[in-house]
């Protein structure tokens, strides 16, 4: 475990219940970084896949109950709902008409909420579906886009596995290469980006976190800061605070390949 504790950490775009999500890695991370708040900033639950096919596996069902244990021993967690995982909407079937849906045991459910930083910024938490253009107004877009995606990382697991068989290390990501190299995926990114910095800026926010494109960033957009927490499907990265209040992602496939080689 590591000797700091953090102030906060933000996690984003888990996907539990899918074969992409990297659970058993997640688990390792945040066994390593102890800390007193915990911010899910959506698609942690991927209610989405569930609902056309079951996949559960033990280690995602132990990354909820890492949650839920973490909660229980003074950890502040806030779920921040998302697109694939919306929370509200399955709840609201279970909780009495006119019950506020707000605390759920020892985590808060919300749609956004206002993270403080140590050194006194306010830093608006969303997941940022909102601000994606096809999500809003063409969900079938948004779905096909989501299919050519699992079909991206179904390739990249076949790739591994192969190169594995002969002895091969190999990181490289099909659907990372897509996404950063794509003329058209690139645009998107920095749309999507600009748009959140704008809407934090009309709010009086200092910055913005939030998770969705699965691409871990952390920059200046006009005056304010904007923060992606990534994902744990391809990068495995989060967001963290220190004590001081400064914000930086960790990459835990990179921190956890120099421990393993140290230990050579």
Same mark, same amino acid.
């Given at each position: 475990?590591s ?7 933000f ?8 074969r992409?999500?990297?659970a058993?890695?997640?688990?390792d #991370?945040?066994?390593a970084?102890?800390?007193? @708040?915990?911010?899910l900033? /959506? ?5 989405? @896949? ?6 559960w596996?033990?280690?995602?069902n ?6 839920? @244990? ?7 967690v806030?779920?921040v709902? /998302?697109?694939h995982?919306?929370? #509200? ?6 909780i009495?008409a /006119?019950?506020e849906?707000?605390?759920f045991?020892?985590?808060?459910i919300?749609?956004?909420?206002i ?7 306010r ?5 940022g579906?909102q ?5 809003r ?15 991206l ?10 190169f594995?068989?002969f ?6 990501s099909?659907s990372g ?6 003329? @058209? ?11 959140l +910095? ?8 200092? /910055? ?18 904007y #923060? ?9 990265t +989060? ?7 400064r914000?930086?992602?960790i990459?835990?496939t ?10 050579a």
């Amino acid at each position: 475990m590591s000797d700091v504790q953090y102030r906060a950490i933000f996690i984003s775009d888990v996907h539990l219940g899918t074969r992409g999500c990297q659970a058993e890695k997640l688990l390792d #991370f945040l066994r390593a970084h102890p800390c007193q @708040r915990l911010y899910l900033v /959506g698609d942690i639950i991927d209610l989405w @896949r569930l609902k056309s096919r079951w996949y559960w596996p033990q280690s995602h069902n132990t990354v909820i109950q890492k949650v839920l @244990r973490m909660a229980r021993n003074g950890v502040k967690v806030s779920y921040v709902c /998302g697109n694939h995982d919306p929370i #509200f909407e399955f709840l609201s079937g279970l909780i009495p008409a /006119g019950q506020e849906i707000g605390p759920f045991g020892d985590i808060a459910i919300l749609d956004e909420c206002i993270h403080e930083t140590a050194d006194g910024r306010r830093l608006w938490v969303i997941h940022g579906d909102q601000f994606d253009a096809a999500m809003r107004y063409a969900r079938w877009l948004t779905h096909l886009g989501d299919r050519g995606y699992t079909a991206l990382l179904w390739i990249n697991r076949y790739l591994h596995k192969m190169f594995r068989i002969f002895g091969v290390r190999y990181r490289w990501s099909l659907s990372g290469y897509v996404k950063y190299h794509v003329k @058209r995926a690139v645009q998107f990114i920095n749309d999507y980006e600009s748009l959140l +910095a704008s809407e934090a800026i009309r709010r009086n926010y200092d /910055g913005v976190i939030c998770g969705h494109i699965h691409h871990a960033e952390k920059k200046s957009i006009d005056t304010v800061s904007y #923060f992606n927490s990534g994902d744990w499907v391809e990068s495995c990265t +989060a967001l963290v605070e220190n004590v001081d209040g400064r914000m930086e992602i960790i990459r835990w496939t990179d921190v956890a390949d120099m421990g393993r080689k140290r230990a050579a």
